[in-house]
């Protein structure tokens, strides 16, 4: 049994140690803050310290190269005057910097032990500028020497204004300023280094006590809450796993003892909802799943009933249109104009007898697409010529050329392209595009038919027949979806408010039957171009192409 608590006791506990654990930690963080504070500054002041030395070793350099320029004047070795002036400017300009540095280093470090230093360097950089004044008008009065005059009278002249200013030697001024720099940056990074390691000793020292408080504690609120929360927690998940049987062994006043009491008052009540729960959920469980039997039954039926209906209506819409075009037309120029020749009878009802056959194996292959609820199809295969189809094609599709005034120019002769197929059924696929370039060309177009060389993918060849129209083409955004069942575009329904869009994807099937494949190439407005590409069963010479 665990020990019990009072509740009052036990949060003012951890209140209590809480409220420690803060302060230390807002402690540590403001020793931090202060320690950072004090760490920055000493680097700073390091730093303005080497800053400070540099410029006087800048301004010595300066002050040598204009010392040159000087002699250079006296010995009329054409002296730049651009020059004189850059240097004057630049000894201007680090005076001007060693002051601002100067003004930093007080507004730092303005004790007793540094006071002395700020008064000597502030006293060298008050004698500096004022020699630099000096300085300036004589080189600027310089000028070559006559020769009658005495250089070496010349050289003292202006050796003495370069070295000596209100009875201070120049050359020991700056030695003595850059010497004390140097030793008040070494003082400076000396006090940088042992600041930073006081405030490293400090902060181990305080992170280190903060991480044993925070141990010791963790260790006491752990051993004190272990044993109850167990029980707790051992309770609740029997009562996830629907356990409410189960009862927490907790006694006493302290809120774990509360909280286990809640609990198995929570686990009985559950219990007894359970219990009238599952009995009614029983009872409509099955009367649920009957019904819903019931209902998935005669909605699969009818959906199925219904696409299968629409789809064979469809079909049989766009796959008939097609060849009773053709029929009629093939009769009408027939029947059109003076007398023919037996053989010309002959020949059309050839024509009308070999589209009546293809007639009925389209409707043989609707059937049996609806009844299977598959797209595939049934090929007849056999060596053959694609050109031969191509051109049965053709002569089918000028029919339905004329009727809308279009022209079909096609290959009249070529060398044989041979592939395992069905010719049926490729002159079905070849009719589909045909018929598909013509309705959407503009009256008096022309409809161009081409067979391009056979080409190596891999190791097996192919031909490509082409079907291109002048008419209305495909905007790109529907060029992907051609060949989509019951796709149509907005233009294409606006130049022909006819058509199923079923037209292509049913010439894929037949394409991708044959082994092969279909392509659209389109822009608005300037015509479409469909592509077959055939495998073939040996490579063959192009087709020329004549109108």
């Not at 730093?47 to 004047?73: C, H, N, P, Y």
């Not at 006081?198 to 006590?209: D, E, I, K, V």
């Not at 819409?317 to 104009?337: D, K, M, N, Q, W």
């Not at 589209?355 to 007849?380: E, H, P």
Request: glycine share 6%.
């Amino acid at each position: 049994m665990s020990p019990a608590y009072n509740s009052d006791m036990f949060r003012k506990r951890l209140t209590i140690a809480l409220a420690v654990l803060a302060a230390a930690t807002v402690a540590q963080g403001g020793f931090a803050l202060w320690s950072a504070h004090v760490a920055e500054t000493q680097v700073i002041r390091g730093r303005i310290a080497s800053d400070i030395q540099q410029g006087f070793l800048e301004l010595s350099a300066r002050k040598q190269r204009l010392r040159t320029w000087v002699v250079q004047m006296l010995l009329g070795a054409n002296a730049d005057l651009a020059q004189r002036e850059i240097l004057h400017a630049e000894m201007r300009e680090i005076l001007q910097r060693l002051n601002g540095l100067s003004q930093q280093a007080v507004a730092l470090d303005n004790s007793e032990a540094t006071r002395y230093e700020h008064e000597n360097r502030k006293s060298s950089l008050t004698v500096l500028d004022q020699s630099l004044g000096e300085l300036e008008r004589t080189v600027a009065a310089a000028r070559p020497l006559d020769a009658d005059a005495d250089p070496r009278e010349a050289w003292d002249t202006i050796s003495k204004v370069f070295d000596v200013s209100q009875g201070h030697d120049l050359r020991t001024l700056v030695a003595q300023s850059i010497e004390r720099e140097a030793v008040a940056k070494a003082r400076e990074r000396a006090a940088a280094d042992a600041s930073l390691r006081g405030m490293r000793t400090l902060w181990l020292g305080a992170a280190g006590t903060l991480a044993v408080a925070a141990l010791l504690l963790g260790v006491y609120f752990a051993r004190a809450l272990r044993g109850p929360l167990d029980k707790l927690s051992a309770g609740a998940s029997a009562l996830q796993n629907g356990q409410f049987d189960h009862r927490i062994a907790l006694d006493g006043a302290d809120e774990f003892a509360a909280v286990a009491r809640s609990m198995n008052a929570m686990a009985a009540e559950l219990a007894e909802h359970r219990a009238r729960e599952a009995e009614a959920r029983h009872r409509l469980e099955e009367l649920v799943q009957s019904r819903t039997a019931e209902l998935q039954g005669a909605l699969g039926a009818l959906q199925e009933m219904d696409v299968r209906r629409r789809q064979l209506l469809a079909d049989i819409s766009h796959e008939l249109r097609t060849p009773t075009t053709a029929i009629r037309g093939e009769a009408e120029v027939t029947l059109r104009g003076q007398a023919h020749t037996v053989e010309d009878y002959r020949s059309t009802l050839q024509r009308i007898v070999e589209i009546a056959r293809q007639l009925g194996r389209v409707i043989d292959d609707l059937l049996t697409m609806t009844r299977s609820d598959t797209d595939s199809l049934a090929l007849k295969r056999q060596q053959m010529d694609v050109g031969v189809a191509l051109a049965e094609a053709v002569d089918q599709a000028r029919a339905i050329a004329a009727e809308r005034n279009i022209h079909i120019q096609a290959p009249s002769t070529g060398t044989v392209l041979t592939i395992m197929g069905d010719a049926l059924r490729l002159r079905q696929l070849f009719m589909l595009l045909l018929d598909n370039a013509i309705r959407y060309s503009r009256p008096g177009g022309t409809v161009e038919v081409e067979v391009r060389t056979p080409q190596e993918v891999l190791v097996t060849p192919f031909c490509e027949v082409r079907v291109r129209d002048h008419g209305i083409g495909i905007p790109d955004n529907e060029l992907t979806r051609v060949f989509e069942r019951h796709f149509r575009g907005e233009e294409a329904r606006r130049h022909r408010a006819d058509g199923s869009g079923l037209g292509l994807s049913i010439g894929l099937a037949l394409a991708r039957a044959h082994g092969g494949e279909v392509s659209m190439e389109s822009s608005p407005d300037t015509g479409t171009t469909a592509i077959v590409r055939l495998p073939l069963l040996a490579p063959s010479p192009a087709y020329p192409v004549t109108s």
